[in-house]
Nanobody
């Protein structure tokens, strides 16, 4: 199973970016999908998480970021608006993937850099 994230880059404060992460490989199903981020010198933190149609967000991004998923494409998206310099981090996608009807595990993508700077 592989998670391929894309969409990161350099954006000015107040700008927007959209990240996407596609899950591929031997997939029986995907239970949950999410985004985490890690800034230099800081611990990895939850950005957003989606289970079915229920989404939850870390406090720093509430009201600015929106997570969504396309089950047909096994893809999760993160729409990021009103970006701030403190949003600068490597963003990692995560998915709990069922590889068999009776077995699942956590998988992580390699990360994509988001830099918010003027």
């Amino acid at each position: 199973v592989q998670l391929q994230a894309c969409g990161g880059g350099l954006v000015r404060p107040g700008g927007s970016l959209r990240l996407s992460c596609a899950v591929s490989g031997s997939i029986f199903g995907i239970r949950t999908m999410g985004w985490y981020r890690q800034a230099p010198g800081k611990q990895r933190e939850l950005v957003a998480h989606i289970n079915g149609s229920t989404a939850s967000y870390g406090d720093p991004v509430k009201g600015r970021f929106t997570i969504s998923r396309d089950n047909a494409k096994n893809t999760v998206y993160l729409e990021m608006n009103s970006l701030k310099p403190e949003d600068t981090a490597v963003y990692y996608c995560n998915a709990w993937v069922l590889t068999r009807v009776d077995y699942g595990q956590d998988f992580w993508g390699k990360g994509t850099q988001v830099t918010v700077s003027s």
